[in-house]
């Protein structure tokens, strides 16, 4: 029996070794790896370059590549409530909880989703904005679904959320790009960048990469001081506002 189980392990670790490579390998770059917010940023954009390497072994697709980039910001638990109106008052009647939930999501496509993959293949995959926010096993409730609709629409008034079907553009049959456009009140910290690549609804690759939002400058001196030392930071800010008053009975003192 040992010899039959040493003789099995061996046969699999061979058929493992003898198994072939992915026909296709995605290359990612970005424009940059840090946006830097100062006290004039207004948003930034983030350019993903991306090139299809194919093994020289595999015959070309007959159907042309798909790409799907999902950017994933930090996560945080976000809560969504439903206000009723009782009487003359406005009252939250029932809430939902989206735990681990991305601050900033955007899914852009070389067509619309639906087009490259459809049926289980999208929640398989959690392709596109409605299944990155979905519970898993929840996706079909009706209780859920005015919940991810109203943080759907709030998001995206904010510009936090986005999904562009024709986001990412082909420069030639296996090289693309696709812009990432961050608004001002995009939340700092580290951004995930997801690619994935499909043919007629199969994922042939996924590959990722990831960037940072940070803030710079005396923003951040601000913040660094308010968070690592508190004491002084409130010395200081009571200091300013003595300083301040007593300037201003100086200079509006009326003789």
């Not at 998001?155 to 959320?161: A, I, M, P, T, V």
Request: hydrophobic share 45%.
């Amino acid at each position: 029996m040992p010899r039959l189980l040493f003789a099995a392990a061996a046969l699999a670790a061979v058929c493992a070794s003898l198994a072939p490579a992915a026909a296709e390998t995605l290359i990612l770059s970005l424009s940059t790896h840090r946006v830097a917010i100062t006290s004039t940023y207004t948003g930034s954009s983030i350019v993903v370059f991306g090139a299809i390497e194919r093994d020289e072994r595999t015959v070309a697709r007959a159907a042309p590549y798909d790409v799907v980039i999902t950017v994933r910001g930090p996560r945080r638990t976000t809560i969504v409530r439903e206000k009723e109106r009782v009487g003359p008052l406005w009252l939250n009647t029932s809430q939902r909880r989206f735990v681990d939930l991305p601050t900033y999501l955007a899914v852009l496509s070389s067509r619309p989703i639906d087009e490259i993959a459809g049926g289980a293949f999208l929640t398989r995959y959690r392709l596109g904005l409605d299944m990155q926010i979905a519970t898993p096993g929840m996706e079909h409730l009706a209780s859920e679904e005015p919940f991810r609709e109203a943080l759907l629409r709030l998001k995206n008034d904010q510009g936090l959320f986005t999904e562009e079907p024709r986001g990412v553009t082909f420069l030639t049959p296996s090289i693309f790009r696709a812009p990432i456009t961050l608004p001002a009140v995009a939340p700092t910290g580290n951004y995930d960048v997801e690619v994935a690549l499909f043919v007629d609804g199969a994922q042939l690759a996924r590959q990722t990469t990831n960037f940072e939002v940070v803030k710079t400058g005396f923003e951040q001196a601000t913040v660094t001081l308010a968070h690592d030392h508190a004491i002084f930071y409130g010395l200081g800010v009571v200091a300013m506002a003595v300083l301040f008053g007593w300037l201003a009975t100086i200079i509006f003192r009326r003789d």
